[in-house]
């Protein structure tokens, strides 16, 4: 099969999210005036490692609206175990709505920016925001420089973040999600 996304794929469901997968889900939390504010984001990943960098995209809808009215935002990485919590945050809430609150999510502070975060999250990474970037389309991309990271002590082992120790959710395409489970170490030559 062959087509043109401007034509269209003559599928049930695009498959474009389906095949650029498993993606990592930036669960993006920022506090802004109208207040707190969770949401999920599989259109995130790490772009830059020195500085250490990152970018969630999607619609101009509160994370981002809060993360350039505040400078800041906050990724929380997804454990298994969250799943479901995550995906109650992914519901549209009228702006100023706390999804922490909504979902029952533990609320914690950020250290370095004024910002919550998931309180168990396996890992969360505290940005400054770098720039807006338009798309094409109505998205647009938030990228950050990580200024702060926090880590669950029980994540890691022999000074390494153990994946399986928290098995982080992945975005496949569709309503499909999948979780790390087996790691295979492959030096580079």
């Given at each position: ?35 707190d ?9 790490a772009?830059?490692?020195?500085p ?45 709505t706390d ?12 250290v ?9 999250a ?9 720039k ?8 647009r ?6 200024v ?20 982080p ?21």
């Amino acid at each position: 099969m062959f087509y043109r996304p401007a034509d269209g794929h003559g599928l049930r469901h695009s498959p474009f999210s389906a095949i650029v997968a498993p993606r990592p889900i930036g669960w993006i939390s920022t506090r802004a005036a109208t207040g707190d504010n969770l949401a999920p984001y599989s259109f995130f990943n790490a772009v830059g490692y020195t500085p250490p960098q990152v970018m969630f995209s999607g619609d101009f809808r509160d994370s981002m609206m809060n993360a350039m009215e505040s400078g800041v935002f906050a990724v929380n990485i997804v454990a298994e175990t969250a799943l479901h919590a995550m995906n109650a945050t992914s519901a549209r809430f009228p702006r100023g709505t706390d999804e922490f609150v909504e979902a029952g999510i533990a609320k914690a502070e950020c250290v370095a920016i004024d910002c919550p975060r998931v309180a168990d999250a396996p890992a969360t990474l505290e940005c400054r925001v770098v720039k807006l970037v338009e798309l094409i389309g109505p998205e647009r991309m938030v990228l950050g420089e990580v200024v702060g990271v926090h880590l669950r002590d029980e994540c890691i082992v022999d000074g390494r973040l153990d994946y399986t120790r928290y098995s982080p959710a992945a975005r496949l395409g569709y309503q499909d999600y999948t979780f790390v489970r087996e790691v295979l170490a492959l030096p580079r030559p």
